[in-house]
């Protein structure tokens, strides 16, 4: 069974720049769900999505946004990057509460 | 707000060893916990939950138990392997049905022949 499959792996953007990052989840997980990993904060929680629907938020400013397809893949886009966005972005699907499994990430640096 | 507090790494053990790490959380209500591990090159994945209080959690012979009076789930091994060399993350939801976790730091653990 194929796992969650983050594109793309490496990006390097400049400040103001817009990123979309994609997200496969493992088939028949409705759930996804998004988050950042940096050194300093650790993993911090961005948003979850079932079934196309925004169902949890986490507290970062809106130029942090996503989005769910039909088929249950999801994508993020962040707008108008900053130096501090540069991180590493994880994937997650789920079927059950707290059972999560991770894709490797896409990491993103903003030059 | 809910935060995770983990024991600061990396821990480095010898094969057969005792491991504990620690982690204390702060939460509004009765929130499930959660360890992670992350093996090289590998994914996050989860390694064991425990949803109630006085509930053990176990998988791979690492065991976990919700202690509400000190607000702690320590993740115990009797006798590490070099397998079990990782990235150890401790977590918790405070709202059921939802997979909005709040992660502690991380404890790398690397184990030694």
């Known amino acids: 069974k194929a796992g969650v499959t983050q594109t793309p792996r490496y990006l390097i953007k400049t400040r103001g720049q817009q990123v979309t990052l994609s997200c496969s989840p493992i088939s028949g997980h409705r759930s996804v769900s998004w988050y950042q990993q940096t050194p300093g904060q650790g993993l911090q929680f961005l948003f979850e999505y079932f079934s196309e629907t925004q169902r949890n938020k986490g507290n970062f400013p809106g130029r942090f946004s996503g989005r769910q397809f039909s088929n249950s893949r999801s994508e993020m886009n962040v707008s108008t990057l900053e130096l501090g966005d540069s991180a590493l972005y994880l994937c997650?699907?789920?079927?059950?509460?707290?059972?999560?499994?991770f894709g490797e990430g896409s990491r993103l640096t903003v030059l | 707000g809910d935060s995770v507090t983990q024991m600061e790494g990396p821990v480095t053990l010898s094969e057969e060893a005792f491991l504990t790490i620690n982690c204390t959380y702060t939460a509004t209500g009765y929130p499930s916990l959660f360890w992670y591990v992350q093996y090289p090159g590998e994914g996050l994945q989860l390694l064991l939950k425990?949803?109630?209080?006085?509930d053990k959690g176990s998988n791979k012979g690492f065991e976990a138990t919700y202690r509400k009076e000190t607000t702690s789930f320590h993740l115990e091994k009797g006798s590490v392997q070099v397998s079990d060399s990782a990235v150890y993350f401790c977590?918790?939801?405070?709202?059921?049905?939802?997979?909005?976790?709040?992660f502690g730091t991380g404890t790398r653990l690397t184990v030694i022949p």
């Open positions: 425990a949803t109630k209080a006085d």
């Open positions: 997650a699907s789920s079927l059950s509460e707290g059972k999560l499994f």
């Open positions: 977590a918790l939801s405070d709202q059921a049905g939802a997979n909005n976790l709040f």
